[in-house]
């Protein structure tokens, strides 16, 4: 870590992505050099093979569209690759590159290097998605001081200025890509997180993509044309539906025409067609189910019902959306507050964060804690009628733990004179591990000759980034053995982030 250099507040978006400063006792949001501070979290090849980056990128999405990349976060900490102009990137490198162009935007408005960076991620990121955030900083030339979850961040921002009210607050944070609900408890200057929820594949992206299936339904059935996925066609309709999306949310039908719009069969039409509001609510009406299911989930976490809450804290670009203000008030009984700008609160909860962790007399008096998103526990073997079932959930660290947290299982080998166990770690709810996400494995060898019922011991530390190490201890011989994260799918090795 470098020993001078400025801090910042990074929210790295699915759809836009922001940096933040705490100025005074304010958080502010840096612009680059054309007065924006959000910056689109798009990347580009250009004609002549440059690698664009923010607004120059975004702008070739609906021209360029197989050279251009949008919405890698949803990837990150998966070993998906996305081709551009011919070559794979990762999500990490994408990121990376967003990233780069935070710092460069930061070091232009405040005219020092910046080196260190807390960096935002949705509440529902899971220990690969992290690592990967991780990765993609140090790709960027940035030191990740501090991973903190999005939710947290807004409720951070939104705390600073309460620090002498007592509430209950529910956060519901729905971006481009991502959807978090965080329970949080506010006591004169404490802010401390009771449950959380959410979807990490669902946000204001998905509403477009709605709309857009809608439209080439339609176009097929009336002119009995295909819209190519990924096309030049389909990239301009999504651009239409944008706008629509902002219209028919409102009440009011919403227009989509296009002239001499390509499609599947080589040939360009005129379309037109009217979303009705009841069109738009027909079409999303999965995705506001599954904006329920999150909600639910988090309050039942928390012990509390919606009469109890004090306050619903709207976040994220996408809750602009009417119906999003409409879902809060049926669910919790009252109207949602919008006190923080919806698009920059993240980023701004990030700045104080920043600012705590560097003992800014501004922020003295504050605190806050976090919970696990999710349970984590290892693969074991259970017998039910004299019958051996492999691969049972045994949580370690339970959801909604608050953190950091340090904590041991115990087992025992199932087999007489075992030499050998295999460790493999997983993180979800279901009690069985093929319906978890696996996190990493490894052996611990090394197990003194011996009848079944041998004990280890395995201990889950998780700390305030959501980094996860596991410790596994032969207890007859007091041998312990680590599980290197690094052999995880989707984790970048050594010469991959040197590249």
Known sequence: MADTGASVGIDLGTTYSLVSILDGDRPRVLRDVHGEGLIPSCV??????????????????TTHPSCTARWFKRDMGTDRKIELAGKPYSPEALSALVLAELKHVAEQALGTQVVEAVVTVPAYFGELQRRATRDACEIAGLHCERIINEP?????????????????????DLGGGTFDVTVLELIEGVVEIQSSAGDANLGGEDFTEALVQLCARRWQEELGAKLAPHSIGWARTRAACERAKRNSSGGQPARVALTALEFADGKRRDVETEIAAQDADTAWTEL?????????????????????????????????????????????????LRSLPADEAVAMGAAVQVALKRGDAAVTDMVVTDVAPFSLGISTVSFVAGQQIEGVFSPVLERGTVLPASRVGSFATVQDNQKVLDVKVYQGEH???????????????GIPKGPAGQELQVRFTYDLNGILEVDTTIVGSGKTQSLTIEKAPGRLSASQLAE
């Open 44 to 61: 580009s090849i250009g004609d002549d093979g440059v690698i664009l980056v923010g607004a120059p990128a975004l702008a070739r999405a």
């Open 152 to 172: 947290t961040a807004a409720a951070l921002a939104y705390g600073l200025h309460e620090r002498d009210r007592e509430a209950k607050v529910v956060v519901m």
């Open 288 to 336: 506001v189910d599954r904006l329920r299911r999150p909600l639910q989930r988090a309050l039942r976490d928390a012990s509390l019902t919606p009469s109890d809450v004090d306050e619903v804290l709207l976040v994220g670009g996408a809750t602009r959306m009417p119906l999003v203000a409409q879902l809060a008030s049926q669910f919790f009984g009252r109207l949602p």
């Open 431 to 445: 009690s069985m591990c093929a319906d978890n996400q696996l996190l990493g494995s490894y052996t611990v060898k």
